[in-house]
């Protein structure tokens, strides 16, 4: 079974509409952690946001914000207000366990395209 | 701010050369981690490095690839024998902590081409 599944290949949304990029989990830890990351075409994988499995509260950094729904083990990635410079792959990945597995999972990602 | 580098940005090897692959963490990170995305595809963890000694590995990593962190600064890949399928985008990454809680910044990446 796949550990993070992305569902989406790729999406469309207008500039400064609201978009919900979707993302799903697997694991028995209890201990976890999730993030996007963002990859324009250029290449290099930029860290956008995290949420902690303990975390009771929505991650939000600026305009990006996390809808996390642990009994449903979703992590959806929510970016408001979209831009042009938005369009991009978008990668949720998880850290399991709460020491000694630190290695990231990725899902297949996102591709986002934001148009006028 | 500080950030993490890698060099060379493309590098084209022959099948069957050694290459090197070389990363700078932030300065004041612990652990050092290298993935691989070959091209379309999603981003695959290859092994990562704590305290001078490899914490983790994948699959993937077998005998051709080795790690070192021959000074206070550099963290290199080695691929002993490259592959048409060892083709693919390499990103270092470095963390300050170990831990899920801890984010992992990841360089530019290395492009690397076997023929």
């Known amino acids: 079974a796949q550990k993070i599944t992305q569902t989406q290949p790729g999406m469309f949304v207008q500039e400064k509409e609201a978009v919900t990029l979707d993302c799903t989990y697997d694991?028995?830890?209890?201990?976890?952690?999730l993030f996007w990351y963002k990859q324009p075409s250029s290449g290099e994988m930029i860290f956008l946001i995290y949420?902690?499995?303990?975390?009771?509260q929505n991650a939000t950094e600026g305009r990006y914000s996390l809808n996390f729904q642990k009994a449903r083990k979703s992590a959806n990635l929510v970016i408001s207000a979209s831009q042009l410079g938005d369009s991009a792959m978008y990668f949720c990945?998880?850290?399991?366990?709460?020491?000694?597995?630190?290695?990231?999972?990725f899902g297949t990602g996102t591709r986002l395209q934001v148009t006028l | 701010e500080p950030e993490v580098t890698q060099t060379p940005s493309h590098q084209v090897t022959q099948m069957g050369q050694e290459v090197i692959l070389r990363c700078v963490p932030i300065?004041?990170?612990?652990?050092f981690y290298w993935y691989r995305q070959i091209l379309g595809q999603k981003v695959e963890f290859l092994v990562s490095?704590?305290?001078?000694?490899?914490?983790?590995k994948s699959e993937i990593f077998d005998d051709q690839f080795s790690v070192e962190r021959p000074d206070g600064s550099n963290f290199t890949l080695k691929i002993r024998s490259t592959k048409l399928e060892d083709s693919a985008m390499y990103f270092c990454?470095?963390?300050?902590?170990?831990?899920?809680?801890?984010?992992?910044?990841f360089g530019p990446g290395t492009r690397l081409t076997v023929t």
């Open positions: 990454a470095s963390s300050l902590r170990m831990g899920h809680a801890y984010e992992q910044y």
């Open positions: 694991t028995s830890d209890q201990s976890y952690g």
């Open positions: 949420q902690g499995s303990y975390d009771e």
């Open positions: 990945a998880m850290r399991e366990g709460p020491g000694t597995a630190s290695k990231l999972t």
């Open positions: 300065s004041n990170h612990l652990y």
């Open positions: 490095f704590y305290n001078n000694e490899i914490s983790e």
